[in-house]
């Protein structure tokens, strides 16, 4: 006669590797089961090495997105730009990115995620690479090489999170979606430089719906899912919310620095800078504000979205909006207190940056169990479009454009400069206000829109 643990699931394997326990369930006879090791080649340690790679990827992937913020004012004093010139960089990238993903997202739904995964990632590494030896009469190069770099990410951005669905059910899938999204805040540290590296996918994918080595297929268009997507009521106000959250992130990410440096120039704390590299701490300091808050921040919302989801429904866009809530009233009052005290600015920057972390996870998650399978790709696609265009492609160039115009209302001075910066910079807080009416609108329908995605 067998052993009682000769069957034993190989589900259970995969649980205890996710959730560090000690693989050894009771066995029926109430006698209990030796520990089994899991063998290499198992679909759990498949599976882990995958999200590895994933989680890597990541990580380079938005060291490269925050690129220019982090060396704002290299940048500005290298190529003598304008507050607009400067921000117009961040919107030619994200302007790229956004339209790429629509693009990237139909071939998603529909061919192999892992060659188009690895195309993309090759291709902005390569260009990467070569916009580093651009110089300073060149800045128009710049400029393109920044927008086919957004290209390139598109294509991580949509379909990275397709393949993690497909790997784990929705209890698993939240814990790591949110060990993914924690490289978000951590790529954003990088201050100098990038090392990019070319990746390439290996191993077989086996989703929960789809064939290894079969091109994926669909018996709608995209128009079809376009105008099913626009139907659900869920996927459109969480969608929104997801605007805000870009559009205050990509403000952020690429002023805070030079807003610091005005509020310290007002106060006589630093000279003006005049030598060639401006070695202001500020970046530094902020990246390390990003990386601390963003871990904690998104390790916190999907630790409370997995437990406060078992108690309610609507779980899930309500902490969105709570977060966005008071991440406004934080990044207000940051504004508020700048010129008289850095250190109480940066602590509520530090509070403001915290509960927008919250969210990346979560909404993730929101999309994947609103959407149907076969729509995902396409509705990731869909998200990374809206968020941008009305988002942080326009953000970034809109608050450097409203400083132009306000410090060409007065003589320049040192507290002009400040003071108009930290004018259009308040736009971000009600902007963010705005977002958590959007996922309190999420809440109203997504019980139903949930339920509709799991019909068969």
Request: charged letters at 15%.
């Amino acid at each position: 006669m067998e052993p009682p643990c000769a069957h034993e699931d190989t589900g259970l394997q995969l649980q205890a590797l996710l959730e560090g326990q000690n693989y050894g369930a009771a066995a029926g006879d109430g006698t209990r089961c030796p520990a089994v090791p899991v063998p290499r080649n198992s679909p759990a340690v498949r599976n882990c090495l995958v999200v590895a790679v994933l989680c890597f990827g990541n990580f380079i992937n938005f060291m490269d997105w925050f690129l220019v913020p982090g060396i704002v004012l290299d940048i500005q004093k290298y190529f003598g730009l304008s507050d607009g010139k400067t921000g117009l960089l961040q919107t030619v990238f994200t302007l790229c990115y956004m339209l790429a993903a629509p693009i990237f997202g139909y071939l998603g739904d529909r061919y192999n995620r892992k060659i188009i995964l690895g195309a993309g990632i090759l291709f902005w590494s390569g260009v990467t690479l070569g916009s580093s030896f651009i110089t300073e009469s060149y800045y128009r190069i710049f400029v393109l090489s920044r927008g086919l770099v957004g290209i390139g990410t598109a294509s991580y951005s949509t379909i990275a999170p397709t393949i993690i669905a497909d790997l784990f059910e929705e209890g698993k899938r939240t814990t790591v979606l949110s060990i993914f999204y924690i490289f978000i805040p951590v790529g954003r540290i990088q201050r100098r430089t990038a090392r990019h590296r070319a990746l390439s996918i290996s191993g077989t994918r086996r989703g929960a719906h789809e064939t290894p080595g079969v091109p994926r297929t669909t018996k709608t268009t995209w128009c079809q899912d376009v105008g099913s997507l626009a139907k659900n009521c869920s996927f459109v106000w969480s969608s929104l919310g997801l605007t805000a959250m870009a559009f205050v992130t990509g403000a952020l990410g690429m002023w805070v620095p030079l807003f610091l440096y005005r509020a310290q120039l007002v106060q006589g704390i630093v000279p003006p800078c005049l030598q060639e590299s401006c070695n202001s701490s500020n970046s530094l300091i902020f990246g390390g504000i990003t990386v601390g808050t963003g871990i904690v921040g998104v390790i916190a919302g999907a630790e409370a979205a997995r437990r406060l989801r078992k108690m309610y429904n609507k779980a899930d866009p309500l902490i969105c909006a709570t977060s966005m809530f008071i991440s406004a009233l934080c990044l207000y009052t940051a504004l508020m207190v700048a010129q008289t005290s850095i250190l109480s600015t940066f602590i509520f920057i530090a509070f403001g940056e915290l509960f927008l972390s919250v969210n990346w996870a979560v909404v993730t998650d929101i999309l994947l169990y609103v959407v149907t399978p076969r729509r995902q790709s396409t509705a990731i696609a869909l998200q990374i479009l809206l968020s941008h265009l009305l988002g942080d492609a326009g953000s970034p160039y809109l608050i450097g454009a409203i400083s132009n115009a306000l410090q060409a209302q007065g003589a320049p001075s040192f507290q002009s400069s400040f003071q108009s910066i930290q004018s259009s910079f308040a736009i971000c807080a009600f902007v963010g206000a705005f977002g958590g009416a959007f996922f309190l609108l999420t809440s109203l329908y997504i019980e139903g829109d949930r339920r509709e995605a799991e019909r068969p």
